[in-house]
Every structure is written in C-alpha cells, then in structure tokens.
C-alpha cells in the first residue's frame, strides 16, 4: 500500500542531503565543542561556520542567533527569559489561536501575577490591528504573535503588526517556526525583537530549534551551566543537529519558488475536487497570498473528524484533526473555537508535502469521497 503523508505541518522528513551533513558528527567527530582539543575545537568551530551562514540567509547578525533544543524552548526563553530581564512590566498580548508553546507559556506566566490580554481575531484568524493598538500600555512587557498559524494556515500581516508594536516601543516576539518552511525571511527588514525557529518543520532533525534575539534586546537565560550559546542557553551542543539545521534551512533557502507554487497547486486541486462532490467548509484565509502554502483546514458536515481521520488511515493518508501537540487529547481545537467555525467536530487538517505529486491528487479525493460516505452510511 502506498503511503500518502498529507500531515508535513506536524513534522517532515530528514532530507537525504541533511543526514548525509549529519552523519560525520555522529562518528567520528564526536568531540565536545567545549573541550580544548582538536577534536573539540574543530566541531566549535563547525558550529560557528554553520551559524554564521544561518545568519547570513536571515539577514542578521551571527551573535543574534541562539540553538536550543526545539522551537518550544525557544519561545520559552522569548517570553520568559525577556520578562525576567524587564520585571517592570506585568502584561503580555497574544491571541487566543497561538502554538500551544506561547499559549502554555502564557498560562505559566499569568500563574506568575502577570495579566494577559487575547486580541480579537476574525473567522479567518487575522489580528483586529485596532484591537492591539488599543491594548497596547505603558504595562505591556511584550506582545508574542504566531506569523503563520500551525492549523489553519492564517498568515498575519507581520509589517502591520511589527509598525505597531514598535511605535509604542514594545519588544515583539514572533513564532516564524511554520513560516520559515514555506517563505525567506530577512531579519534586517523585519523590526522584530525576538524570533523563534525549528528544525524539524523544514527537513530538519527533531530536538533542535532557535532564537533570533536583536542585539538591543535584553533576555536572562533559564537554563544555566556550562555558558553556551554565547551564556543564554548553556548544555552542550548538539553539533549533528545544529549541522543539519544549517544543512536544511539551506536546502529551503535554494527551493522556496518552486516549492511554494507546487504546494499551493496541490492545495487549490485538491479542494476543488472535494468541495464538487462533499458539503464542507474551509477554514482559515481563501485566499492563497494570506494561506501557507499546501495547508487546508477543512470542515467536513456530519462526520467526526477522529473518525475521518481513522479511516484515511486504513488507507495509508495521514492526516490530522489539530496540530501535533495536541494529539493525546480529543476535542475542538481551540482555533476552530476561537475562530467560531460553523463545523467544529469534523475538521480535518492537510498538509501536503513535496513528496506528493500532482497526479496523486485524484486518488487522494476519491479516498477521500469513498471514506467520507463510508461513515455516512454507517
């Protein structure tokens, strides 16, 4: 049975290319990059040359990057590594269809006597802009948005929200970890303070993320030891994924055109072919400029989703019904509540990759169509 992998947006595949930058670190230069010898002294200096050609494609400086062990420590060190570094302030904004990271994180910080406010979203996930001016005070420590939402794919207007922010001379904090599978960033036109990134969600290696931190920008580090990464994030590296980061991001930079025009044909063929033939709705932007590329919500009538997604399974398409990291509970999304979707039950999340074809798209809605009347008839 062929294997249809249509959920890219939870995690994706190691590319060859990645594994084989990666391998050398996994063997015989295995040294510590602390260490003051050649074996040591050598992976440190990889570190550095991969960073410093990380920072060359964002467009920043090499001491503004910092690896951590995922993009989830990544925004946590943003957001509380920056309130512990600014004490004065107690008030957070954020929205309410943020990555479970900022929104758990947000949780965490409101039990710690800080306020948090949830800006007003549209039906299609976008910020009311008049809605963060007006929350924003003198209290307000920082404002953290998601650029481009895990689930439903809404892709914000960064420039709008950065010209706000920064008028009131707030630190912004922007979670770029789907954005940066699908478009370049340039960190030198962005006027972001702190920007969190991941590995994994661009053919990278699981366990491995980062923080862009502006050099003006003020943070105090959670996690203390040995003084790594330059004393924001000590522990002792792990040099074959920070290889592989720089290998993948790399890989990306090379491939963003093509890779942007062949997902969003599959996206727009794909849900041409079912809307003909299934009652659903989209969720998220309808547009294809203010949608990540390749990602579909949709809101199938009168089935479960989780049962949707069982059968798809049986047929080797994997899907979702959320994001990832939400797997173990069964429920509405918390996007879908926020967004006030007129199906919440049946909502099925599709990512697709580069692995998949465009002559795999009729199959993949005849599946579709076939599974979706096999529960209605049951």
Known sequence: MKIFDLDHAATTSIDKQVTEAMLPYLFDSYGNPSSMHALGMQNKKDINTAKKHMAHLLNCDFNELIFTGSGTEATNLAIKGYALSHLDKKEIITTPIEHAATLNTCLFMEQMGYTIHYLKIDKQGFID???????????????????????????????????????????????????????????????????????????????????????????????????????????????????????????????????????????????????????????????????LPGLLSIGFFNVSGLSLQYKLNQKGIYVSTGSACHSNEIGISHVIQAIDAPISNGVIRISFGTDTQIEDIPYLVESFIECYLALQED
Not at 164 to 191: E, G, R, T
Not at 194 to 219: D, E, R
Not at 248 to 259: D, G, N
């Open 129 to 291: 802009l008049n809605d963060l001016e007006e929350k924003l005070n003198q209290q307000t420590l920082m404002v953290s948005i998601l650029w481009a939402n895990n689930e439903i794919g809404t892709i914000q207007d960064l420039a709008k929200i950065a010209q706000i922010v920064s008028s009131k001379q707030v630190c912004l904090h922007v979670d770029a970890i789907q954005m940066v599978a699908h478009y370049p960033i340039d960190l030198s036109a962005l006027n972001v303070d702190l920007m969190s990134f991941s590995a994994h969600k661009c053919h990278g290696p699981k366990g491995t993320g980062m923080l862009y931190k502006k050099m003006t920008t003020q943070i105090t580090p959670l996690i203390h030891g040995g003084g790594q990464e330059f004393h924001y994030r000590s522990g002792t590296e792990a040099v074959a994924n920070i290889i592989g980061f720089e290998k993948a991001l790399t890989l990306q930079y090379e491939s963003y055109s093509t890779k942007q025009s062949h997902l969003k044909s599959l996206a727009e063929l794909f849900y041409q072919g079912i809307k003909k033939a299934i009652p659903c709705h989209l969720n998220g932007p309808e547009s294809n400029e203010t949608r």
